[in-house]
């Protein structure tokens, strides 16, 4: 048996699964005592269940995203290496920036050392402004940390309570910009994100639960709870992972579909193509700024049952807020749920008061109660499938660097939307037809993230450097580094010690992972050439455990 | 110029990680690995002021409105080539279009040194991509004027080929003095056709030129030529290895040289050429060129080697004489006449031996430009080729109507193809219509004409 938990802002979701069926489901308020929501859900889903076979929990949660849009986080402050390239005048980092000296090439060699006096004069700087948290940021470090490594050592040496973090950690993908912010949201999200696990696991500990516990990441892979802690950032934005992920398990297999969450004031659009969610291919923009975090391709449009209608001249506009429920629920302001009422998509709240608002808002235009709802309609439908043609559209024009990867490119378009989430129901139908596509509104879509965190199953990656003229490799996961033979080293022994590494890792995350089921995901070797000579090689791959959905939901099966 | 204000500037960058001409040849897969490196640590493809696009493949009949391809386009281009020049011309359409400021084509395998007729491989190059996307231009947005400034280290004698006789292109091309590099051309004196007199212009620069004397070339020569011209789309064909790391040329330009230059030239689109010394310069040069395009800061950009250059005063004064030498000659560009021993008749005529160095093809030209008086006139090029160890690769006919052809000229051009399709010797004949974007090629043996259009 597993279960799926999702914390969101509003709501705690949570569900058991069994042999492919939902046995319970659960929907509480998300309160301010993280502890007792989830206390609360588990006590539903776990009623009448012998905990002993229960065999996996995987959360996943949005406090941790909602706490850097908040800005309810101590202030990190940045010591940035650069070195020569782009003008420092362009990084605009929403934190405190010290520039060091010190810089590394593209082959991760130094070409110009650290200025010990100089990062001494920084730090101390720093601490009279009362920072306490840093992010260590050079450019190139994945290919070489040891300035980094410096940095923090002085750190520990001179503020031993500080925390530091170091980029070739933290962002280890070559974006130094996005490293930087990677590595910022990290420094400030360790502590309340080790707050968040402890809530889960005095809740597991008081239910005496001794399953595995996994969190969801943004990529709609899992980290086991306790390793979870080394990379906070990766978990945020697990809530559109975790209903892309409960689509999945919802629906056919091997379908190109588009999975559209409506909530109360934002519609979270996520593209499954043949079957996979498609992944981001940059990292996801968290508060505004650009990250390392691997997310999958979300877009979320500032639309949703409790928007606010208003009139802007002689046009119906929406705004991105919510002032309270829909007008025939008893709220103060006509809602696109007031149109679902008049058009009799819903059943919910007052039809007089649904009427009263939808008149209030067309009578100015000359538009009946009728008009105004199906004008309201399609303003709604219209901006959800806008930006779906425009995801389909981006997928297409995604750059490729490789001959075989351009030809490659297909024109593929969904033939399901799914709608999932409270406001999922009325405009669904809509939003298909529109796209020439089939509705589906799955069994169990209100709780269909908490079936994604439920069905998700553990994935982790090691990325593998080699360079025969230097003769070491470095894991860039770990800052692991290793020596390798200049002459006998191949592609073959790359991957192998990729492998190797990687089923070592899993066996220390106590994951069991065959051999064959590991993935290769990014895979170039080159030719160092010196003059006109090859030097050397460099072998750069990157392996995975399978991503995905541990299986399907037996739709009926209630 | 065009208006510019708040638009981004379009990259492509292609590295084409699966071609080589073969594996130790300089023009291989990992030519641009380290540029990859420096862009995306850069983060350059996340600034608000660039915007990254995706490769699309130029269609056989874009490449056969600009070259002559014996014995078809399918025969001279793999995949590779397709998307090097689609990739061009997707930049300039969005460029000619309003929708982006400018562009950079970071893309490979070259192009400048293919000319007119392909035959093969030569100087790395099979089609010649700002050609194929110059042309593509004048047909689908009705750009007249062109300017193509190549800042590579070798002469770009494909392009000059090309645009030779067109009065409406002006090629300007600086390059290591040709009597000590490949192409081995480039002299002042070449210069253009009579109907284009000084609309090509050649500046050689002595080995060991330094970025002094090339702003020096920049502000006093192509600058004012430019303004002259009043081009409506510039082109740089920005080729790297000026830079004085380079293992083929010895010139000694800096990353912060190229990054100038492309501020002054303020090209519409630049196109990757040549640059070899893919680890000390590429990366940064390339980071330097774009920035510079994107109106960013790029006076950060520096190799880790850098040291100042001081060049002879006999150098600087050699490039001074050159560059007077030239103005001169630009100026008197409407008033010469063509020289009368190529002048046969309504002809001006001219035999040209091509050499395909990576290839090891000969091939034997004669060109022919019909004098009209009310237009460019149409162009007849006659050739054969030897491909090594005495094969031939045949003789074929190939006639060119421009893009302002008289109704005359267009009626004596088709009339000509006709005719040569029943001469025995020609194995292939073609017809490039540019007015209409009509291609005909004309294969002896079969008896079959293939026919594209637009």
Known sequence: ?558 | MRESIGKQTGLIFFPAFDWAISPTHPEREERLLYTRDQIFEEGIMDLPQISEYAPVLATAHDIARTHFCVPRVEDQTTEAHLIAAGAAILLADEIASGRLKNGFALVRPPGHHSMRVVRGNRGFCNINNEAIMVDYLRRHHGIKRVAIVDTDVHHGDGTQDIFWHDPDVLFISFHQDGRTLYPGTGFTNEAGGPKAYARTINIPLPPGTTDESLMYVVDNLILPVLNDFKPEFIVNSAGQDNHYTDPLGSMKITAQGYARLTEKLRPDLAVLEGGYAIETALPYVNMGIILALAGLDYTYVREPDLRPFKESPDLASDVRWTVDKLMRQWEKRDLVVPNPEHVKGNYYQQVKSIYYDTDGINENQLEKLRLCGNCPGYLTIDTKATHGYGRTGGRALCVSIPFTACSSCRAEAEDLYEQSKKIKEYQHVYLQDKPSDIFLSYDSASGQERRSEG
């Open chain 1, 1 to 558: 048996m597993y279960v799926g938990v999702d914390v969101g802002g509003t709501f705690t979701d949570a569900v058991l699964l069994s042999n492919g069926v939902i046995r319970a489901t659960a929907k509480m308020p998300t309160k301010a005592d993280l502890l007792e929501s989830i206390l609360e859900a588990l006590d539903v889903v776990l009623k009448d269940v012998n905990i002993r076979e229960l065999k996996r929990i995987v959360f996943s949660t949005t406090v941790i995203t909602n706490l850097i849009a908040g800005q309810k986080h101590d202030k990190v402050a940045l010591l940035l290496i650069p070195g020569p390239g782009l003008s420092h005048k362009h990084y605009d980092f929403k934190a405190e920036v010290c520039v060091l000296s010190g810089a590394i090439d593209y082959r991760g060699r130094e070409i110009v050392p650290l200025n010990e006096k100089e990062i001494e004069e920084a730090l101390s700087g720093l601490a009279a402004k009362g920072f306490k948290k840093v992010g260590v940021v050079g450019k190139f470090s994945p290919r070489n940390s040891a300035h980094e490594k410096r940095v923090a050592a002085i750190i520990k040496e001179k503020y031993p309570d500080w925390q530091a973090e170091l980029g070739f950690r933290a962002g280890p993908q070559l974006n130094f910009p996005r490293r930087a912010v990677t590595t910022c949201l990290t420094c400030a999200t360790r502590g309340p994100y080790r707050i968040f696990v402890n809530s889960v696991r005095q809740a597991l500990a008081k239910r005496e639960i001794t399953a595995e516990v996994f969190i969801l990441k943004a990529d709609g892979g899992t980290l086991p709870l306790g390793n979870s802690v080394e990379q906070p950032v990766e978990t945020i934005f697990s809530g559109p992972a975790a209903s892309t992920l409960g689509v999945q398990a919802l629906t056919p297999p091997d379908v190109t579909e588009v999975a559209v969450d409506i909530g109360g004031t934002t519609t979270d659009i996520a593209l499954i193509l043949n079957g996979q969610p498609l992944l981001s291919a940059k990292g996801a923009r968290v508060d505004e700024q650009l990250t390392q975090v691997r997310a999958l391709a979300v877009k979320s449009v500032p639309v949703g049952g409790d928007s606010v209608l208003e009139l802007s001249g002689n046009e119906i506009v929406f705004r991105p807020e919510r002032l309270g429920p829909a007008y025939c629920m008893g709220g103060p302001a006509p809602t696109p749920t007031d149109a679902l009422r008049v058009l009799g998509l819903t059943a919910l709240g007052d039809e007089d008061k649904a009427r009263e608002a939808m008149e209030d808002l067309g009578a100015p235009l000359g538009m009946s109660a009728g008009e105004a709802a199906g004008k309201v309609m399609s303003l709604v439908v219209n901006s959800i499938t806008e930006e779906v043609k425009k995801m389909f559209l981006e997928w297409e024009q995604e750059p490729a660097y490789r001959i075989w990867e351009l030809l490659q490119k297909k024109k593929v378009r969904p033939s399901i939307v799914a709608g999932v989430g409270g406001g999922a129901d009325g405009f669904i139908s809509q939003i298909a037809s529109e796209l020439g596509c089939q509705p589906v509104i799955p069994p169990y879509a209100p709780v269909a993230n908490a079936i994604g965190a439920a069905v998700a199953r553990p994935t982790l990656q090691v990325s593998l450097r080699a360079d025969t003229e230097q003769g070491y490799y470095n894991i860039r996961e770990e800052g692991f580094q290793g020596k390798i033979d200049r002459q006998s080293f191949n592609e073959r022994k790359a991957l192998e010690l990729a492998r190797e590494r990687l089923l070592g890792k899993a066996a220390g995350y106590g994951l069991d992972v065959a051999l064959d089921d590991i993935e290769v995901t990014y895979q170039e070797v080159f030719n160092m050439i010196r003059g006109w000579d090859t030097a050397g090689r460099l072998y750069d791959l990157t392996v995975q455990t399978p991503r995905g959905i541990a299986g399907r939901i037996e739709i009926g099966g209630k």
